[in-house]
């Protein structure tokens, strides 16, 4: 059973700390994917990523960092976590040509920043 | 910038019903795909439609894209209160990588 999973469900924070989100996927897809998701609003890509090492930027970039040293693996980094932050954010995965693939989603994980 | 808009923002049926959800898009795509999320928890593709086909089928859902209108629609047929959930358009630019994610129909389906 194919699976993407993300470190944690619910996470809280206080404003100004840095945040480790982690997302790892076990099907050797090279896209890999971060969006947050806020309500009215849908789903808006922050980052993803076609390869190791590589990365590029969304539509809402600002704010955050990411980091791509294992193909299986890709995190979010919040350097300076700020209220504004405070969303679901979902991981995705999809093989080479993500246009022609559906995208395997994570669980989620609930960031409430205080 | 987002690409796909789903119309109605919110739905609510009875069991056994149809349920019919539509979503635009804005510039030219490779493919359409539709999502479903529970309350909560990640997305599940549903179904993807390439930009030359015009209807697809896969068990109760059959979904539809006009191109010249920028248009897609979900139907799911015989809905059950499992089907309760928010459904998501997400369309790809032709010469892109990523997908756009639309703002999603919530679908009530009451037993």
């Known amino acids: 059973d194919v699976k993407v999973t993300q470190s944690s469900r619910y996470l809280v924070k206080r404003t100004g700390e840095k945040v480790f989100l982690e997302c790892v996927q076990d099907?050797?897809?090279?896209?890999m994917f971060w969006y947050r998701q806020d309500p009215g609003l849908g789903l808006r890509l922050i980052y993803f990523s076609y390869d190791v090492k590589m990365k590029e930027k969304g539509d809402i970039p600002e704010g955050y960092s990411v980091s791509r040293e294992k193909k299986e693996r890709f995190s979010l980094i919040l350097e300076s976590a700020s209220t504004n932050q405070t969303s679901m954010y979902l991981c995705?995965?999809?093989?080479?040509?993500?246009?022609?693939?559906?995208?395997?989603f994570g669980p989620g994980t609930r960031l409430t920043v205080l | 910038s987002q690409q796909g808009e789903e119309d109605p923002q919110a739905l609510s049926i009875q069991e056994g019903e149809n349920a019919t959800m539509n979503c635009s898009y804005k510039?030219?795509?490779?493919?359409l795909q539709w999502y479903r999320q529970n309350s909560g928890r990640g997305l599940v593709h549903l179904i993807l439609?390439?930009?030359?086909?015009r209807e697809k089928h896969s068990g109760r859902l059959r979904v539809t894209l006009d191109t010249s209108k920028k248009s897609s629609s979900l139907l799911i047929t015989a809905s059950r209160a499992a089907d309760t959930a928010s459904y998501f358009c997400?369309?790809?630019?032709?010469?892109?990588?990523?997908?756009?994610f639309g703002t999603g129909t919530s679908l009530t389906v009451i037993p």
């Open positions: 099907m050797d897809h090279e896209n």
């Open positions: 997400a369309t790809d630019e032709r010469t892109g990588n990523q997908f756009y």
């Open positions: 995705a995965s999809s093989p080479r040509l993500a246009g022609n693939n559906e995208q395997f």
């Open positions: 510039t030219s795509i490779n493919n």
């Open positions: 439609i390439r930009s030359n086909e």
